[in-house]
C-alpha cells in the first residue's frame, strides 16, 4: 500500500491552491453537523442551488406581475425566445454546434421523442441494445416503445452485463455485442455514464461500431452532462437527451436538455412527434391558418410546447457559472478530487471498502461508487449524522460525488474521517 498524506493540513493546502475555489461561493451549501457546511455529495442526485438561481426566478416573476402576457415580448428576456438563451451555452455544454441543442421538457419525455425519430425498425433490422442495470426509466422507455410497435422486448432488446466477477462492461465486449448483432440493430442506446458504478462508456467507439453496424447511436447523457467534457458533434452522435436537476445545478425536476446532430436537425422528413413550437417560427403565430407542420431547423424542431420560464430561469443562472469555469477546468479538478478520495481510502484496511468504479480516471467522472461488505446502511447513517450528505443503494453501496463547482478537498478530507472512525 502506498502511504499518502492523509492530514487536514494537506487538503486545506489543496484548497487554497484550487484556482476554481472561488464557485464555491457561487452555491448555497446546506447545514451539516454543529452548524458548518454539509460535506454535500450528491450532486449525482440534485445540485446545489445558485446564488442567483432566486434573482433570475424573482425578475421573471416581476415581468409577469408587471407586463402580464406582454412579458412574451417586453421582458427583459423575452419569453417567447427565451429557449434561445441557451442556444450558445447549452452547445458548448456538450461540445454541439448552436443549433444541436434545445432546452425542453423531462429527460424520459424527450427520450420517448427521440426514439419516435431515431427507432424505426425496417426489415431484419428491428433490435435495440442497452447496457444491463441502467437508469430504470430508460429501461421502460426502451421496453414501452417496443411494445407499442407490437414487438416483443425479450425478443428484440438486447442487455449487455459485465462478464462474470466483473462490475463494469469492457468496451471491447460492448463493441463484439455491436459487431455480432450488427445486422439486426436499429439503435444501440447507452448511458454516458452508468448511474450505479459510475462507469463513463467509450462513447465516441461507440458510435463509430453503432455506425459502421448501419445503427443509430443514441443517449442518456444524465450523469455526464456538466460532469465530463463532451464532443458529441464532432464523435456524430445521432441524439442524446439529459436532465439538468443532477450537475447542472437547476433544481428539482428540471428542464431537460436535448442533442440531435444537425445532419438530421436539417432534414425536415424525419418523422416525429410535433407540436406548434417546433414548428417554423415565422409562421407560429399563423395558428390554425397553418393547415401542415412545417419544423423549424435543429434540435428546436423537436420542441412541443413553449418554454416554462420559471423553470429555465436556474438553469441559466447554473449554466452562467459554467461558462465562467469552463469545462476542461473543471474535468482537471474533478480528477484531483477523486484521485485524492481514492488516495485516502485506500488506506483503509484491505477488504473493508472496494470501488465499484473504475480505477482508470479517463473511465469515470465524479462519482465513486463505495462497496462495503458489512454496515453499509450503517455507516450512511453515520456519515449522515456527521454532516455528509450522500446516498445509499442496495447492497450496501454508498454513492460519493466531489463536484468541482463547489465541493472542496477538505470536504474530502472530512468525508474520509468519517468513514475511518467506522470502517
Not at 475555489?21 to 457561487?26: I, N
Not at 429527460?107 to 428491428?126: D, E, V
Not at 448483432?181 to 461500431?209: K, Q
Not at 413550437?277 to 420542441?303: C, I
Request: proline share 7%; net charge negative.
Amino acid at each position: 500500500m502506498v502511504q499518502t498524506d492523509t492530514s487536514e493540513t494537506r487538503a486545506l493546502r489543496l484548497d487554497a491552491d484550487d484556482p476554481l475555489a472561488r464557485f464555491r461561493r457561487e452555491f448555497l451549501i446546506p447545514e451539516g453537523a454543529g452548524g458548518q457546511p454539509a460535506v454535500y455529495f450528491c450532486g449525482n442526485s440534485l445540485g446545489l442551488q445558485p446564488r442567483n438561481a432566486r434573482r433570475l426566478i424573482e425578475e421573471e416573476l416581476d415581468a409577469w406581475a408587471r407586463l402580464a402576457v406582454e412579458g412574451h415580448f417586453h421582458a427583459v428576456r423575452p419569453w417567447y425566445s427565451y429557449h434561445e438563451l441557451f442556444t450558445e451555452s447549452g452547445a458548448r455544454l456538450v461540445g454541439a454546434r448552436p443549433g444541436e441543442v434545445v432546452m425542453m421538457n423531462g429527460l424520459t419525455a424527450n427520450l420517448h421523442l427521440m426514439l419516435a425519430s431515431f427507432y424505426r425498425p425496417a426489415g431484419g433490422r428491428t433490435k435495440i441494445l442497452m447496457e444491463g442495470s441502467a437508469f430504470p426509466s430508460d429501461t421502460y422507455a426502451l421496453q414501452s416503445r417496443l411494445k407499442l410497435l407490437n414487438l416483443d422486448p425479450a425478443q428484440h432488446l438486447i442487455v449487455l452485463h459485465p462478464r462474470g466477477g466483473e462490475e463494469n462492461l469492457r468496451t471491447d465486449d460492448i463493441l463484439a455485442a455491436i459487431e455480432q448483432h450488427g445486422r439486426e440493430l436499429a439503435l444501440v442506446m447507452f448511458s454516458g455514464v452508468h448511474y450505479y458504478t459510475g462507469e463513463y462508456f467509450d462513447l465516441p467507439r461507440i458510435i463509430e461500431a453503432a455506425h459502421r453496424a448501419g445503427a443509430f447511436a443514441g443517449f442518456d447523457l444524465a450523469h455526464a452532462a456538466g460532469n465530463l467534457p463532451l464532443e458529441l458533434h464532432g464523435w456524430n452522435a445521432d441524439f442524446a437527451v439529459w436532465c439538468s436537476y443532477k450537475y447542472l445545478n437547476a433544481g428539482p425536476g428540471a428542464v431537460a436538455g436535448c442533442f440531435v446532430h444537425e445532419r438530421h436537425g436539417k432534414d425536415p422528413s424525419i418523422p416525429r412527434m410535433a407540436g406548434w413550437w417546433g414548428n417554423d417560427p415565422s409562421t407560429r403565430f399563423r395558428m390554425h391558418l397553418n393547415a401542415e407542420f412545417v419544423p423549424q431547423p435543429g434540435a428546436a424542431g423537436w420542441q412541443l410546447s413553449n418554454p416554462p420560464i420559471l423553470a429555465l430561469a436556474p438553469l441559466l443562472a447554473s449554466l452562467e457559472i459554467f461558462d465562467q469555469a469552463g469545462m476542461a477546468a473543471l474535468r482537471a479538478k474533478s480528477l484531483q478530487l477523486t484521485g485524492y478520495l481514492e488516495s485516502l481510502l485506500d488506506q483503509s484496511p484491505p477488504g473493508r471498502v472496494r470501488s465499484l468504479t473504475p480505477r482508470d480516471p479517463e473511465r469515470r467522472g465524479c462519482q465513486l461508487s463505495l462497496c462495503f461488505e458489512r454496515g453499509g446502511r450503517e455507516l450512511h447513517q453515520a456519515l449522515t449524522q456527521a454532516g455528509c450528505i450522500c446516498d445509499y443503494r442496495e447492497p450496501g453501496v454508498i454513492r460519493v460525488a466531489p463536484v468541482p463547482l463547489y465541493n472542496s478537498f477538505h470536504d474530502v478530507w472530512r468525508f474520509h474521517r468519517v468513514i475511518e472512525q467506522h470502517v
